[in-house]
């Protein structure tokens, strides 16, 4: 099944749809599947059979409070229905193979990634409206990428994340090799606010301190939520492309009758805040997640299961709140770690504690102890209470200022000791002093290396010195590097001990000694010394 025998006439689409799933790698497990899944008699898969492929029981524990509105259960209900009804077109009761292909393709084949999320919008929709709910996108033309048009709510807004939320974390655990721990829906709000900020127009710009604007009767335009999702989140539509792909992956590799196991994708939407730091929660490691590809996604995503780590230590490098405060106690810790470091900052407004925001930097490549900037990469991130990511811009390269002590000359103007990210020499976008105490924030204006954008809400021009409460550094270099960092620590001890040791017998007699000579000049110093000839 899913193949053509050498004589049957293969069509000009069957042999196009082969040949872009044969480009992904994904061809021969998708004949499998096909071949699991479909009835023989007909050569194709009844329409049951792939809903059932595709469902989603939820459950919602009565001793947790639920973070999503009472409507998600049941959106969550038709997405296996939406995704068969809408990308799966089927023929006389059943789906062929060409239409099986052509339907993952949509799903989770290559695309740009503007079309990814009409993609997104356009099932959101359909599985609103089969919900019950108000219809408030619609698809503007089936081509042009299917560009949709309408608005949603902040509330629809949250329901969206927290589906791609279910459907990232599904694809993860079916290709996790351990358990990936509690389920449980993460906190949003900050991707959420994101939205509102992004979306609304200029003047109806919000206060975005206040929470309660989430149940505002607002409306985001498709068209903005898009840009917004293009700009923030890149990834945002690789939940649903993986879902699909894991899904019938998961076919291809266990035998039909695991699939009857209900509680195998059982997903529980109870508010479980998991976090493998103080200030890196799941919620937070997932949208940063979102703005990277490659191995740091990977790296990233890890920190949002911790019970799937083997251990938290190979994340969790420095935690000021932990190892005590101070540029010192931080570079013991970081130093000799050469891979992409995550730096968390969480700091409140002067005199007033009750506005605290936590904003983040990620750099590519390990600290070096520099009076001068340097680096080839990075972001800067507004990570609470709104999240946004300010990438390199491409005009200076001013990433990453690391400066400890002068420890072999003198300096008559020595250079500021502490961290510092964008801006430059005087002018940093972000500082933190020696003491780990304060830390400057400034207006981007100042800073060429990232894109513009406020730091956190309602940022003036004038710079900000804020009182630092955490200082937070994980490393998403993998185990490697964090073996690297263990071996050079060691040698560093090993030097350290050694030059404490003093050999005796480099010294050659008593009379000779350099002691002897500084206890002579000190018992009689107007003593005469005249040279032996």
Known sequence: MGQSSSAEQVSPEQREAESIAASTGALPNLQKAFSLLSDHQMNAIPIHSLKKCFEFPIERSTNEVCTVPKEFPVLMSHLSSSIVDLFFLSEKGGISWVEFLKGYISCSGRTVSSASLNHLLRLFGMISVKAGLPEKLQVVSNEDDGKMSGFLSPVDVQM????????WWDSKKLKASSSLGDTGLPDLTHLVLSAIDSCVEADKKLDLWDESILDLDIQLPAAKVI???????????????????????????????????????????????????????????????????????????????????????????????????????FWSNVEGYNGPLLILISAHEPNNDARRWIIGVLIHQGLENHDSFYGTSGCLYSISPVFHVFTPSGKEKNFVYSHLHATVKYEAHPKPVGLAFGGSSGNERIFVDEDFAKVTVRHHACDKTYHHGPLYPNQGFLPVEASILDVEVLGLGGKRAREIQTSYKKREELFTEQRRKVDLKTFGSWEDSPEKM????????????????
């Open 160 to 167: 969206l994340l927290s589906m791609c939320w279910i459907m």
């Open 518 to 533: 500084m206890m002579d000049m000190v018992s009689d110093p107007n003593r005469v010394r005249r040279e032996d000839r």
């Open 227 to 329: 840009m917004w999702a293009l700009k923030t989140m890149p990834s945002l539509a690789d939940c649903f492309g993986q879902f699909v792909h894991a899904r019938l992956f998961y076919i291809a590799a266990h035998e039909q009758e695991k699939l009857d196991q209900a509680d195998l994708f059982l997903h529980d939407i109870s508010a479980k805040e998991m976090s493998i730091g103080h200030l890196l929660n799941s919620g937070r490691a997932w949208a940063i997640s979102l703005t990277l590809r490659g191995t740091l996604n990977e790296e990233i995503s890890k920190a949002c299961f911790p019970s799937a780590a083997d251990e938290v230590d190979d994340y969790l490098l420095y935690r000021s709140s932990l190892h005590g405060k101070g540029m010192n106690r």
